[in-house]
């Protein structure tokens, strides 16, 4: 294994577990306790950790945002989950985007047997995805290409969006917090995000609860001109009711106990 597999590795780990010990993580990857050492401190001058007495713990840090490849490792079953029930919105014939989320990438994987669609993204791993579909029209929104992600960011992926108009977006974020609403760790992500929602009728924000009751660093969106919020949890009274208030739909896996 690499030294920066190993990281990302270590960073999937602190993703789910919040903490890790050296000793441990050693033994599990067959290396020196100091080759970890190494690891974490390299790890902590790129912001993602903060060294404790034997091992590190996950940064808190509203700003930092991990890799793609870790992301993408992350709730997994939760965001299937949330691309079963985004599929079934999604018809033939219909005009989409989707932002460069790994839930977006869910998505993509769940909607390879529609016919017709036009889709546009910012999203390398979703063209990658859905590079082998016949029948589609497929367009990528250009730009920057942000470091530690697969998005194409900045003023040509903006100025892309705003000349086009779609039925459906389906965005995600970092946060979503009663007062603020929908937030993101970048500022450059959320700007292209914000275009996105811009360009189309329906707004769908596919997002697992682990967001719930979260605030990140910049704002995406209120709750006002968003149709539904997808999950893959019946979110609580408060949540529900905060939705009915602001129009907004929760859809969400039905007869199996949640709700």
């Not at 859905?130 to 942000?146: A, E, F, P, Q």
Request: hydrophobic residues 40%.
């Amino acid at each position: 294994m690499f030294a920066i597999e190993r990281r990302n590795a270590i960073l999937a780990a602190l993703k789910e577990e919040k903490h890790v010990v050296v000793s441990e993580l050693a033994k599990q990857f067959d290396v020196s306790e100091e080759t970890i050492r190494r690891d974490l401190d390299k790890l902590e001058k790129e912001g993602y950790v903060v060294k404790t007495y034997g091992g590190a713990v996950i940064s808190e840090g509203a700003a930092i945002e991990l890799p793609y490849v870790v992301r993408k490792k992350a709730n997994v079953e939760a965001k299937q989950k949330i691309a079963e029930l985004a599929a079934e919105l999604i018809m033939d014939g219909d005009t989409l985007i989707l932002d460069a989320s790994s839930t977006a990438l869910f998505i993509a994987q769940k909607i390879k047997t529609k016919k017709d669609i036009t889709l546009l993204t910012n999203s390398l791993e979703v063209l990658m995805e859905l590079s082998d579909v016949t029948g589609w029209k497929i367009l990528s929104t250009g730009g920057s290409l942000k470091e530690r992600s697969c998005a194409l960011i900045g003023s040509q992926a903006e100025e892309c969006l705003e000349r086009f108009h779609v039925d459906k977006a389906f965005i995600s974020c970092k946060g979503v917090d009663a007062e603020h609403g929908f937030s993101d760790s970048s500022d450059a992500h959320a700007a292209v995000k914000r275009k996105m929602i811009a360009a189309a009728s329906q707004v769908f924000f596919a997002v697992d609860s682990s967001k719930f009751g979260k605030l990140s660093f910049t704002s995406i969106s209120g709750f006002s001109g968003v149709d539904a919020v997808i999950t893959e949890n019946c979110p609580n009274e408060d949540w529900n009711r905060l939705f009915i208030t602001n129009d907004i739909e929760c859809i969400y896996p039905r007869g199996n106990g949640n709700g």
